[in-house]
């Protein structure tokens, strides 16, 4: 299993960020094929004191690598890519995982 992880670094006005995510953005990601679980986590600290936690972080579950790829070509993905930059691009650093279990 890989992930889409997404990071968001804090944002400058995070009550419209939070608005936009969740009423616009999270519904076009939901309908990527493929997509197995979401999972969305909020920063709450660090055990460092000069490390900012971030504002959120994405987990986008999919079975493989082909299958990720194929959901960010589809028109879903790329609907949901277009909006990602349009409100978070500035925030946003994403990365492929794959998932190991220990």
């Known amino acids: 299993m890989v992930k889409l992880v997404a990071v968001y670094r804090k944002v400058e006005d995070p009550a419209a960020f939070d608005k ?3 009423e616009t953005h999270l519904p076009l ?6 997509l197995i ?12 004191p000069e490390w900012e936690p ?7 579950y999919f079975k493989d690598m082909d ?4 959901a960010l070509a589809s028109p879903e993905g790329k609907a949901a890519g277009k909006d990602l930059m349009s409100f978070a691009g500035k925030y946003v650093r994403m990365f492929f995982t794959e998932v190991v279990e220990a």
Do not use: V
Not at 43 to 48: F, I, L, Q, V, Y
Not at 54 to 59: D, M, N, R
Not at 67 to 70: E, F, G, S, T
């Open 20 to 22: 936009h995510y969740f």
């Open 29 to 34: 990601a939901k309908k990527m094929p493929g």
């Open 37 to 48: 679980r979401t999972e969305l986590e909020r920063g709450r600290g660090s055990p460092n």
């Open 54 to 60: 971030p504002h959120l972080a994405a987990h986008l």
């Open 67 to 70: 299958a990720l790829k194929a």
